[in-house]
C-alpha cells in the first residue's frame, strides 16, 4: 500500500463548478498535512497547509479527518487558472524513519470553459 | 531573494556517463532534499540531509550518491547513469522540524539518458 494514495484524475470540470479532491494516508503517526499545486513541466508550490480543524483560503478549503486517515481540498467557483496537478504531501514524522515530506502521485484538474 | 537554485536546468548524458546537479539554498533552511517525478507519478524521495553533515536514503537511492557540502549547499551524483535515470529531479530545502512549515523546490532538472 501506497503511503498516500490519490485518485489521479483527470477531473474535467467546467467554469464555476465546485471540485473536491480526497487523498488517504497510511502512516497514523503522520504529523502535518500540505496540498501542493504542480503547474505542466514546474516545481511544486504550497498551496496550503491541512489543520485537524479545517481551513479555508478564499476559494480553497481543506480538511483532515485524522480518524479516518484522510485530507480533502474543496475548490468552489472553479478558474480556468486552477488547472494543475493537486499533490497531497504527508509529513511523516520520526515514525516512519525518516523526516521528509512523502508525496501522493497528484490528481489532475481541468477546468473547461 | 533567489530561494532554492538547481543546475543544470536540462541534461542528456549517454548510458554509463557521471554527472552531478548542483542545489543551494539562501533560506538558511538546515533540511535539503532531492526528489525525483517520473511521467504520471508523484515525487519520490532519492536522499535527504535533515542538516548539515547528515545524509540519509529515501525511496529510492540505488544508483545516487550525495554530498550535503554545507548548510547551503546539497549535490547529488550519478556515478553511472542509465536509461531507468531518466527523470525530473528536484531538489527542496525546509525545516520540518519547526511546524507546519513549507518546502520550497528548484526549478528542476530534466534529465535524459540515452
Known amino acids: 500500500r501506497k503511503e498516500v494514495e490519490q485518485d489521479p484524475g483527470p477531473f474535467n470540470v467546467p467554469e464555476g463548478a465546485t471540485v473536491a479532491f480526497n487523498c488517504t494516508y497510511s502512516n497514523s503517526a503522520s504529523q502535518s498535512f500540505f496540498w501542493y499545486r504542480q503547474d505542466c513541466r514546474k516545481e511544486p508550490k504550497l498551496l496550503m497547509s491541512v489543520y485537524s480543524s479545517g481551513n479555508e483560503d478564499g476559494r480553497f478549503t481543506a480538511q483532515l479527518n485524522r480518524a479516518s486517515q484522510y485530507i480533502s481540498l474543496l475548490i468552489r467557483d472553479s478558474k480556468l487558472s486552477d488547472s494543475a496537478t493537486y499533490l497531497c504531501?504527508?509529513?511523516?514524522?520520526?515514525?516512519?524513519?525518516?523526516?521528509?515530506?512523502?508525496f501522493g502521485s497528484g490528481t489532475r484538474l481541468q477546468v473547461q470553459p | 531573494n533567489a530561494g532554492v537554485t538547481q543546475t543544470p536546468k536540462f541534461q542528456v548524458l549517454k548510458t554509463g556517463q557521471s554527472m552531478t546537479l548542483q542545489c543551494a539554498q539562501d533560506?538558511?533552511?538546515?533540511?535539503m532534499y532531492w526528489y525525483r517525478q517520473d511521467p504520471g507519478m508523484g515525487l519520490r524521495l532519492i536522499y535527504y540531509s535533515a542538516s548539515e553533515g547528515t545524509t540519509d536514503k529515501g525511496e529510492v537511492p540505488n544508483g545516487y550518491n550525495v554530498s550535503r557540502l554545507n548548510k547551503r549547499e546539497f549535490s547529488l551524483r550519478l556515478e553511472s547513469a542509465a536509461p531507468s535515470q531518466t527523470s525530473v529531479y528536484f531538489c527542496?530545502?525546509?525545516?520540518?522540524?519547526?511546524?507546519?512549515?513549507?518546502?520550497?523546490f528548484g526549478q528542476g532538472t530534466r534529465l535524459t539518458v540515452v
Open positions: 533560506m538558511n533552511h538546515n533540511s
Open positions: 527542496a530545502s525546509s525545516e520540518l522540524d519547526r511546524g507546519n512549515t513549507e518546502a520550497f
Open positions: 504531501v504527508v509529513n511523516p514524522g520520526w515514525d516512519m524513519g525518516r523526516r521528509a515530506l512523502t
